[in-house]
């Protein structure tokens, strides 16, 4: 079984900042991609930030220049930092990764259960 747990998250007021970590735990080979999608009330689910076992990095246009994402491979852990955090990134926030698991037999995607980031003063 792989599990993704997520923490970080919370109540910050405009121009803050926040960080939010996701583990990755249990019967894992190896990692591929990983990174952050988040959804607000009414919206679809979107993808924030991503980055490759390489080191890649992808961004949504409305976060570049604010947020970091970045990993540690040797702890199977993605990071997201958030800066000049805006009303607009109140979101839940989840965690994704691609997982060879020998357990499973095979690459798979999990997702985290979700951190709540609210934005507001």
């Known amino acids: 079984q792989v599990q993704l747990v997520e923490s970080g998250g919370g109540l910050v007021q405009p121009g803050g900042s926040l960080r939010l970590s996701c583990a990755a735990s249990?019967?894992?080979?190896?990692?591929?991609?990983m990174g952050w999608y988040r959804q607000a009330p009414g919206k679809q689910r979107e993808l924030v930030a991503a980055?490759?076992?390489?080191?890649?990095?992808n961004y949504a246009d409305s976060v570049k220049g604010r947020f970091t994402i970045s990993r540690d491979n040797a702890k199977n852990t993605v990071y997201l930092e958030m800066n000049s955090l805006e009303p607009e990134d109140t979101a839940v926030y989840f965690c994704?990764?691609?997982?060879?698991?020998?357990?499973?037999?095979?690459?798979?995607?999990?997702w985290g259960q979700g951190t709540q980031v609210t934005v507001s003063s």
């Open positions: 249990g019967s894992i080979f190896s990692i591929n991609a």
């Open positions: 994704h990764a691609t997982i060879y698991s020998l357990l499973v037999g095979g690459r798979r995607d999990y």
């Open positions: 980055i490759t076992s390489g080191g890649s990095t």
